[in-house]
Every structure is written in C-alpha cells, then in structure tokens.
C-alpha cells in the first residue's frame, strides 16, 4: 500500500513516541469507556457504548497505520544532502518568475511538512516541481491557479 517514507531521525523518534503514547496512554483509556458503557446495561440501545467501540476501532486503525509507517521508514541525514541539485532535504531559494517574489522552501516528506516552517512535501505539485532541478533552471509547476514558473536562485543545507 505505502511505498519507503524519507524523514529525518527526530521525525522517527516523533512518530515512535506518539506509537507509544497511543498504546500505553489512549489504548487503555478506550478500554475503560468501553467497560464503564458495558456496566451501565442493555447494549442494544447503548450509543455511550456504541460510541466508544467506534472510538476503539478508529485508535486501532491509527495505530496499525502508524506501525505501517514507521516499518517503511528510511531516515535521511541532513549532512548527505546532495546540494548540486534540489533533492529531499534540501533547502532551495527560488523566485516566481511572474511576481518576482522570492521563496526559501525545504524539500522533506509528508510526514514533516509544514508550510508555515518553509517545509513543503516532496510529493506536493511544487515539491515534485522542484525536485532534480538545479541552480539557474526554471521549474514550472502545475497548481490549481494554472503553471507558476519558479527560477532555482540556491540550494543548500
């Protein structure tokens, strides 16, 4: 279903952590709720039960696609960054041709990214744009809006 997941050791050690979290923490809670409905009688016409078996299935299902991801992982060091052209990683400074605005972005995964801390996902439309390109090269990127043409100024670490 997943292909390989590329993030950084610190976003595997998140993901650990919130693995972690959901089975010691959350997993019992849910087991508790789903107890306390089962004493309170006819399970027929329990929503509070039917409510927290349902809450039960939704952590299970999150916490199997949570041990998916992590089994795909392939941690990625910042200090192997090829840097000669855009790749994940990377940091890349490039100007919209049209507006002349200029744009610093970080090329990482899904799992990291964050557009308001300038990490786009590889696999977005300006990500994949991005990807392989090299200083000077214009990138021309298929949004919603129409092409956005974007020249590559640097890329670095």
């Known amino acids: 279903m997943s292909g390989l997941i590329y993030v950084t050791k610190e976003t595997l050690e998140q993901m650990k952590a919130e693995l972690q979290h959901m089975k010691t923490?959350?997993?019992p809670a849910a087991s508790r709720a789903i107890a306390e409905a089962r004493e309170k009688?006819?399970?027929?016409e329990n929503a509070e039960y039917d409510a927290a078996k349902e809450t039960q299935g939704l952590?299970?299902?999150k916490i199997k696609k949570l041990e998916s991801?992590?089994?795909?992982v392939r941690i990625v060091d910042e200090s192997s960054?090829?840097?000669?052209?855009v790749?994940?990683?990377?940091k890349v400074t490039v100007t919209n041709v049209q507006t002349k605005k200029q744009l610093t972005y970080q090329i990482v995964?899904?799992?990291?990214a964050d557009l308001k801390a300038g990490k786009i996902s590889s696999t977005s439309p300006i990500g994949k744009g991005l990807l392989g390109k090299v200083v000077g090269?214009?990138?021309?990127?298929q949004v919603p809006a129409g092409v956005v043409k974007f020249k590559i100024e640097n890329i670095f670490v």
């Open 41 to 44: 009688g006819d399970l027929k």
């Open 137 to 141: 090269d214009i990138a021309e990127v």
């Open 69 to 72: 991801d992590i089994a795909s």
């Open 59 to 61: 952590l299970e299902a």
């Open 81 to 85: 960054v090829d840097t000669s052209k």
């Open 109 to 112: 995964s899904e799992k990291e």
């Open 25 to 27: 923490v959350e997993r």
């Open 87 to 90: 790749s994940l990683l990377a």
